[in-house]
């Protein structure tokens, strides 16, 4: 089986600070893990991916994840906070265990202050 | 990249009438699709897995009748909604995809049932 859970279902930061959104992930094999955002009424865009490569993994906007498989954790960052970033995110986990189907976690939503 | 474009975007309906959502991949060819609902600030749960060719794979608790899903060609595949109800009011989203280059969603349906 594998799970997902977001550690924060809501983190406030101010524009131009560091963002930082968790996830620990549960699989009994090795997981691809994805980080997703939505805004609203909107579908989702994929911001970036781990598929057994480089466990630093840089995505688009200024994004960038660490998979850590000791701690079982694939976190997100972004060094400075911009007001666009105001969004839901889901971390995601895929294993060929599991047919590949994605499971996603219950989701953060970001708010951005000025 | 891969776009996969959903309509309609929002519809209304009444209570007992039926509903079809549409999910092609644009520039690509999809054998697999996937459907999800989500709920008011919470995440996506999938409800069933659309194989072109064949009958769809519904999630536990998923009722089949109820949401006939069907994908007769490698770009298209429907969501009926049979006998709505208010209950059936939700935000639907597609996928297509797969992990080896990366999964698209499409930008949703808001269904509400009146």
């Known amino acids: 089986a594998q799970s997902v859970t977001q550690l924060d279902s809501h983190v406030s930061v101010s524009e131009g600070t560091p963002v930082l959104l968790r996830c620990n992930y549960s699989?009994?094999?090795?997981?691809?893990l994805f980080w997703y955002v939505q805004h609203p009424n909107k579908g989702l865009q994929l911001l970036l991916k781990?598929?057994?490569?480089?466990?630093l993994v840089k995505g688009i906007n200024g994004f960038e994840a660490e998979f850590k498989k000791s701690e079982t954790s694939f976190h997100l960052t972004k060094p400075s906070a911009h007001m666009s970033d105001a969004a839901e995110y889901f971390c995601v986990v895929s294993t060929p265990a599991a047919g590949n189907k994605l499971t996603f976690g219950g989701g953060t939503r970001v708010l951005v202050k000025p | 990249g891969a776009v996969v474009s959903q309509h309609p975007s929002r519809v209304i309906c009444k209570s007992g009438t039926s509903v079809k959502i549409e999910c092609r991949s644009l520039?690509?060819?999809?054998?697999?699709m996937f459907w999800y609902r989500q709920f008011p600030k919470q995440s996506l749960m999938l409800m069933a897995t659309s194989n072109e060719g064949s009958k769809a794979t519904y999630e536990q608790g998923v009722e089949k009748d109820k949401f006939l899903i069907n994908h007769a060609s490698l770009t298209l595949s429907t969501l009926t909604v049979t006998s709505a109800h208010p209950e059936d009011s939700s935000f639907y989203i597609c996928s297509a995809g797969g992990l080896s280059y990366g999964y698209t969603f499409g930008s949703g349906t808001r269904l509400t049932v009146v």
């Open positions: 520039d690509f060819q999809a054998t697999t």
């Open positions: 699989s009994s094999y090795s997981p691809s």
């Open positions: 781990y598929t057994s490569a480089a466990t």
